[in-house]
Nanobody, 116 residues
């Protein structure tokens, strides 16, 4: 049974930081591309950041320079370090595990709210 369990969301002031974690089980973690997506109310889910099996990363333009995605294959965990948070970063953040058109799994989501 595949599980992706996100943690680390919460309420933060503008300019603050949060680190999201996603612990995976039931998959061969190291071969999967891992991604963070987000969905704000009334908007479509969008890609925030992605890290593939060889460590290469890509980011949405809106978070470049502020967010950093990383993975620890020994812990089957992917992280999203979010700095200089803005109110427009408010959304539910979802972890995704994707492998070569064969497997595509999602976590349950964690709420991030940026507000003064």
């Amino acid at each position: 049974q595949v599980q992706l369990v996100e943690s680390g969301g919460g309420l933060v002031h503008p300019g603050g930081s949060l680190r999201l974690s996603c612990a995976a089980s039931g998959i061969i973690f190291s071969i999967y591309a891992m991604g963070w997506y987000r969905q704000a109310p009334g908007k479509q889910r969008e890609l925030v950041a992605r890290i593939i099996s060889d460590g290469r990363t890509n980011y949405a333009d809106s978070v470049k320079g502020r967010f950093t995605i990383s993975r620890d294959n020994a812990k089957n965990t992917v992280y999203l370090q979010m700095n200089s948070l803005k109110p427009e970063d408010t959304a539910v953040y979802y972890c995704n595990a994707y492998y070569s058109g064969i497997s595509d799994y999602w976590g349950q989501g964690t709420q991030v709210t940026v507000s003064s």
